[in-house]
Each structure stands twice: as C-alpha cells, then as structure tokens.
C-alpha cells in the first residue's frame, strides 16, 4: 500500500495541474482511511471536499476549467456532474484498500426477487457512480455471475464501490456473446454497459440475445443529488419480453431518455450558485 502513497507524492510535485490536486486530495485520503475507525467516514470525506470545492468559483475556473456563470454549460461541465464524477474517482481508489465501507444511498424503485425462472441482464450506461448501484444489487443478495467489459483486469475480476466481493469480467471480443448465451440459459446473471461511452449509441445486439435465450432485462442507473445521496433506481424496460423490432428500439429509447434524464438533471444542480 505504501507504494500508492509514493506514486501519488512523486507524481504531485511533476506541477499544480487537475490530476495532480485530485491525486493529492486522494492521497490524504488514503492516509486517513487506512486507520480502519476512520474508513466508514472515507464517503461523507469524498464527497464533503469535492462539494465544498465546487462551491468556490475560482476552482471552477482555474483548476476545473468549467466556464464561468455568463456561459452555457453541458450537463457534463456542470458542477453536479463533476462531483460525481471526481467522487466516482475516489470511491474507486478507496475500494483498492480492501475495505468495505459504507456509502449513502436511496433506492428509489426496487424489486424484492426478481425472475427466479430465467436469466436476467442486468444493463446500465456510462454515467458516474453506476458501480455504486450494482454494488447495491449484489448487498441485497442478487447473484451475478458476471459482468461484459472492454477493461483488462490481471485477475479477472469486476469490483464495485464499497464492498469487497467482485465478480468475474467476460472480455468484450469474438467469444463474449457466446459465454454470456451460456450463462443465461442456466438461468444466471449478468450486468453490462449497453453503451461505450457517455452520449455514444445505445447498441441492440444485448437485447437480441435476451430475446434468444428468454432473459428477463433490467435497467439499473445512478444519480447523485445535491445533498450527497445517490439515488438508485432499477427498473423494467417498457416491454418486458420483445420480439420485435420496434419493442427493441422502443427499450433503447427508454434507456437512452433515463441516461438524458440524469445528465439534465446534474445540469440543474447548484443553479443558486451559477446565478450568483
């Protein structure tokens, strides 16, 4: 662990840059956390110092770079995205230590079992925090077999914010489809991205295959709101067994309005300060 420490140290001195104050930040972090009666607090921790960072205008301008107030911003410049995001970064270097620890969280549709008689994709997109909601999944007893990803991993295992337990990674390459096919028709479970990257095209070859192998799909997404509470909602897609192409594109739909939902929704967080 010492290791990270110095990597963190000698990389801060390289200049006072974005990357270099975050890696500082989470390199205070690191050192606070690793006393096991301050690691339940290592959230509020996070997300206390990126609010409060936001909050102050010149970091805004000078070491975030986000325009200023008279600008239009997108809903990734906003200051509520960029929190999620950089507390997204630590919470992902927090659970290297090996610690579980506790994250604030509000479930807001949530189903008890679902679908014991067949398999379940578990599909979510490129948004900050998702890791968070999947890691709920798996708290509240859900087996997931495994999870589709384009990122090599030397042991071959997903991990998730907060908790220790991962699960294995099937690559993204010309078997992955057939192993997932294998995993649904034993009634297993997995979690994907049905995109590769924020904004990018939502693509139907997962939905194809659901409908192939008789898997039931969820839609699992995450929102951090403004008090420091991320929202996790779980639900079913418009039409829950498809055939066609049209229901197809109608889910997409629906998937891709929910991931809009949530950027202009980060787009409209702190709008008492922008006005100012």
């Known amino acids: 662990m010492w290791k990270h420490y110095k990597l963190y140290f000698k990389d ?26 301050l690691y339940s607090r290592a959230w509020k921790l996070a997300y206390l110092i990126e609010n409060l960072k936001m909050r102050k205008r010149f970091l805004r301008k000078i070491i975030f770079k986000i325009p200023s107030s008279e600008s239009v911003l997108k809903p990734t410049q906003s200051i509520g995205f960029n929190i999620a995001y950089r507390v997204n970064i630590y919470l992902s270097l927090l659970t290297r230590l090996g ?13 008890g079992n679902i679908y014991n008689d067949c398999g379940v994709i578990y599909i979510s997109v490129h948004l ?11 708290e509240d007893g859900k ?17 998730f914010w907060g908790i220790t337990k991962r699960i294995p990674i099937i690559q993204t390459g010309p078997m992955s489809l057939l192993r997932i096919k294998s995993i649904l028709k034993n009634k297993g479970s997995i979690v994907m991205m049905a995109d590769t990257g924020l ?15 008789n898997a039931r799909v969820m839609f699992i997404l995450a929102y951090l709101n403004e008090n420091g509470v991320i929202e996790i909602n ?6 829950i067994q498809f055939n066609t192409e049209e229901q197809i594109e109608e889910n997409i739909t629906a998937l891709r ?20």
Do not use: C
Not at 143 to 159: E, F, N, P, R
């Open 257 to 276: 309005m929910a991931r809009e939902t949530i950027l202009v929704n980060y787009a409209h967080q702190f709008d008492d300060i922008l006005s100012n």
């Open 199 to 213: 904004y990018s095209i939502i693509y139907p070859n997962i939905f194809h295959l659901a409908a192939k192998t």
């Open 128 to 138: 900050p925090l998702i890791k968070v909601a999947i890691a709920k999944l798996i």
């Open 143 to 159: 087996d997931i077999d495994a999870g589709l990803s384009a990122s090599y991993s030397v042991d071959g295992k997903m991990s």
């Open 234 to 239: 779980l639900t079913e897609p418009p039409h």
């Open 99 to 111: 610690y579980a620890f506790p994250i604030n969280t509000h479930k807001n549709i949530w189903k």
């Open 12 to 37: 801060f001195t390289k200049g006072r840059n974005e990357r270099n104050f975050l890696e500082l930040v989470v390199f205070v972090l690191y050192l606070l956390t690793s006393l096991k009666n």
